[in-house]
């Protein structure tokens, strides 16, 4: 039986509930403020060049990885980022007419808002309660790093909503039931972890592998530990199998990144 809930900590959930709300509703205030405005605050140059790329694929009905910056001279192409952000607004902005830049913010901000829940089931890996969590939340909410990049016209919002579920689904994947141990057969809920870790990795990985990397660390050494863990109860059979979730699940998302950058690199 659940233990019984004190008045205090019942105030103190009221408390903490609130002012998550109170913060949300104060940052999507300031985030949407001039929002019509065309001017980009901040990082000008970077705004401006992804604001480009996106206008050229539009233009062009360029959906190539091969996409026009008229920056330099011939042949006019420059591919510094993979256009996944680029290609989400043309098409939102061809779907709801939207101008592009107000849908480049649209998507930022919906991508920062899609990470607060990864970054609540995080919080609650780490043993935090629900309550405590959501205090976290709203500092993040009022941190002014946070404000300005959920409403900038850049691909650091969608990189950073693709790390932190890889963060999530792979310490997910490798605590999850391994299913019918006897045989070998991982149950479907590692699978489909599995399945997230390689999808939010790759997406990751070519929009931006510098923030990936960051989050590739705290991955990294929640794999070390587990790994110690399942060799100092089960021996070498359970530490294998961890090692080759773990390893099998970045194949995919480094071969990506490094496939890009590659690219890039040779034009």
């Known amino acids: 039986m659940p233990a019984p809930v004190s008045s205090t900590e019942r105030r ?16 999507f205030h300031f985030a949407t403020l001039n929002w019509h405005y065309r001017f980009m605050l901040g990082h000008e140059f970077r705004q401006t060049q992804t604001a480009l790329i996106a206008h050229y694929i539009d233009a062009e009905n360029n959906f190539s990885p091969d996409y026009s910056v008229p920056l330099l001279g011939k042949p006019w192409v420059l591919p510094l980022e993979f256009p996944l952000y680029e290609w989400g607004v043309v098409a939102l902005s061809r779907a ?18 899609l990470t607060l829940p990864a970054l609540f089931l995080l919080l609650g890996q780490l043993g935090l309660p629900r309550a405590r969590r959501l205090f976290v939340l709203a500092c993040a909410l009022a941190c002014p790093v946070y404000l300005f990049y959920s409403r900038a016209v850049l691909i650091d919002p969608l990189a950073l909503l693709a790390s932190v579920w890889f963060l999530v689904a792979f ?32 997406v990751a990985g070519l929009v931006k592998s510098l923030i990936w990397f960051v989050w590739v660390l705290p991955a990294a050494a929640y794999g070390a530990w587990r790994l110690w863990q399942d060799w100092r109860r089960g021996g070498l059979r359970p530490a294998l199998r961890t090692c080759i979730w773990g390893l099998g699940s970045v194949v995919v998302p480094f071969a990506a990144t490094l496939w890009w950058a590659r690219y890039t690199d040779a034009i």
């Open 171 to 202: 310490t997910r994947m490798l605590a999850a039931p391994t299913g019918d141990t006897a045989q070998c057969r991982p149950s479907a809920t590692r699978w489909g972890w599995l399945a997230l870790v390689i999808l939010c990795g790759t």
């Open 12 to 27: 103190q959930t009221v408390f903490l509930f609130v002012l998550f709300c109170a913060a949300l509703v104060a940052h």
């Open 96 to 113: 709801t007419h939207l101008p592009q830049f107000e849908a480049a913010r649209t998507i930022s901000l919906a991508c920062f808002y």
